[in-house]
């Protein structure tokens, strides 16, 4: 690499950083499109070509124009197999997008989620509406507009509302090591549910389709895939969280169980009482007394 090459790849990065927010065409920055730091920034591509993605346990083989969304926090490699690949990048972090108040997190958007699907087929129509956004992008980091990042912000959602209408790609095979993967996903995710230290809001993920949506992948396969690596099944590792962390909170804090019951994602008391007594052989206010 030369020292012009250096040098313009460190001012790139640099930008980016400072900013949070970089666009820019394909072909004038394709040095910049491998180097840049994919520990602090999400990526949208739309590309005309023919390429194999690798994205967490799936493989996408794609010709012609897609939109792929890459997620800082999952790991993925790109191979160019066409003599001419062109399209646009931007890359951003989260902490610039999410100035609006009304921004969810990325890391439950269906494209950067993990599960999620990342390469959408795009067509010529489409393309050439995205090129127009793209290149409003990079014009507008040029200007010297006061608002500019608010403007490009809006670029930004305006291509995930855009992906939103479109119906996600099939083109893709799971890894061998797909169901592992997939196993290991639910397992973290299913302890990031705990443990509970508030009772103001109940427990949200609390069947296995919950989770299987929140992955974005059907229940079935979530269902094989723990039953495969684990031998127990995905609502017998959420039953057995659940009631060990209602054995906890009735042991360690004064909550009433209506409380409790509440904090763990139960309609009623009732219900609770229900649940408890089947997976324990007790109900949790005999627990509570024997503690005592």
């Not at 799936?58 to 890459?70: A, H």
């Not at 494209?111 to 390469?119: D, N, R």
């Not at 129509?125 to 507009?145: P, V």
């Amino acid at each position: 690499m030369t020292k012009k090459v250096e040098r313009s790849v460190s001012e790139f990065n640099t930008e980016l950083k400072l900013k949070g927010f970089k666009a820019f065409q394909l072909e004038d920055d394709s040095n910049a499109t491998r180097i840049y730091s994919r520990k602090d920034f999400f990526k949208i591509c739309l590309t005309t070509g023919h390429s194999k993605i690798h994205y967490a346990d799936k493989s996408f083989d794609q010709e012609g124009t897609i939109l792929f969304f890459g997620n800082p926090h999952i790991p993925y490699s790109w191979e160019t197999i066409s003599t001419q690949y062109i399209g646009y990048t931007c890359l951003f972090s989260e902490e610039f997008l999410k100035q609006s108040e009304r921004s969810e997190s990325l890391s439950q958007s269906p494209f950067f989620k993990i599960g999620g699907t990342p390469v959408l087929k795009i067509s010529e129509e489409q393309r050439l509406f995205l090129n127009t956004i793209f290149q409003k992008m990079i014009d507008e980091q040029q200007s010297n507009y006061a608002y500019k990042d608010e403007l490009i912000r809006n670029y930004i959602n305006l291509v995930i509302h855009e992906a939103l209408k479109l119906q996600p790609s099939e083109n893709y095979h799971q890894h061998k090591n797909g169901t592992s993967r997939v196993t290991s996903v639910f397992l973290e995710l299913l302890e990031r549910q705990f443990p509970i230290e508030t009772g103001d809001k109940p427990l949200q993920l609390k069947t296995a389709q919950d989770y299987a949506q929140h992955l974005n992948i059907h229940v079935n396969y979530l269902n094989r895939a723990v039953k495969e690596v684990t031998g127990k099944s995905t609502t017998t590792h959420i039953t057995e969280r659940i009631t060990t962390e209602a054995k906890a909170l009735l042991q360690h804090t004064d909550w009433n169980i209506s409380e409790i019951a509440y904090a763990l994602g139960f309609e009623y008391p009732t219900y609770f009482n229900n649940f408890f007594k089947k997976n324990t052989g007790t109900n949790p206010k005999s627990l509570r007394e024997i503690e005592v």
